[in-house]
Nanobody, 121 residues
Framework: QVQLVESGGGSVRPGGSLRLSCKASGWTVSGRYLGWFRQIPGKEREGVAGISTRWDTAMYGDSVKGRFNISLDDAKTTVYLQMNNLQPEDSGMYYC??????????????WGQGTQVTVSS
């Protein structure tokens, strides 16, 4: 059974940083993507960043380019999201997902429970 467990969320002031982690267990590296998505109540889940487990290439949503960085551990079973210069509009529930394609939420097969990020002064 595949399990994704996120950690690292919390509250931070505008301009601050957070690092999210997601450990995937029971999952075989498939060559597809691991990704981070976020959602606020009443809105669709938004693709934040994704990374290919085949080529280690990353892609980002337009709103986070230049501020967020996604990376993998050597085993490619833990994915990180370094978030810098956080702004209030970055607040939301952040979800880790596995075995999908780029930033297409509907293409992902496995999801974590989410970790809350709140950015406010």
């Amino acid at each position: 059974q595949v399990q994704l467990v996120e950690s690292g969320g919390g509250s931070v002031r505008p301009g601050g940083s957070l690092r999210l982690s997601c450990k995937a267990s029971g999952w075989t590296v498939s060559g597809r993507y691991l990704g981070w998505f976020r959602q606020i109540p009443g809105k669709e889940r938004e693709g934040v960043a994704g990374i290919s487990t085949r080529w280690d290439t990353a892609m980002y949503g337009d709103s986070v380019k230049g501020r967020f960085n996604i990376s993998l551990d050597d085993a490619k079973t833990t994915v990180y999201l370094q978030m810098n210069n956080l702004q209030p509009e970055d607040s939301g529930m952040y979800y880790c997902a596995a075995d999908g394609w780029e930033l297409g939420a509907r293409t992902y097969d496995y999801w974590g429970q989410g970790t809350q990020v709140t950015v406010s002064s």
